[in-house]
């Protein structure tokens, strides 16, 4: 549940004992009605009806486009690597997993690694981006320092 994870975080907010627990409540059946819909969702097929469509004008690359949905993935500190086939496989098991042909976003879910590792993983996703297996690359959490780190490597890829 939830509680257990925002436990932590909610003893900074100046709440009542009955908020909270009134807070917590409302989160967990939300998360819990999410989660429901997601798995209908799925079971019903309803989130994988559009199939891929030619691309436009041949924009789209080799894999084409899908309509009304879009499919992200992050990498791990973990998936993270130096070895560009395993970041590769890594994303490629992702796009099999969800019985789909290519991912929308891709995104470097942490720099909380060494820069050979955020910097091979990257150009990993550039590689696979070039394919046509994913259509753009993002980072999440980045400060300034791995930031410049990509744009000084990777400026005609960014």
Known sequence: TLKSYLDGG???????????????QYLDATS??????????IATGLAFR???APPPDGLAGRRGRREGL????????EQQSTDVVAVRRTVK???AELGAQYLDMVSIHSP?????RRLTTYQALVDLRDSGFIKSIGVCNYG??????????????L
């Open 112 to 116: 909380l690694t060494d820069r050979n």
């Open 70 to 77: 879009f499919l992200s993935h992050k990498l791990s500190n």
């Open 144 to 157: 300034l320092g791995p930031l410049r780190e990509l744009e000084e490597e990777f400026d005609k890829d």
């Open 50 to 52: 559009a199939k891929a």
């Open 93 to 95: 098991n992702a796009i």
């Open 10 to 24: 909610l003893s900074a907010i100046k709440l009542f004992d009955n908020e909270k627990d009134e807070l917590l």
């Open 32 to 41: 819990a009605a999410a989660d429901d819909h997601a798995t209908k969702t």
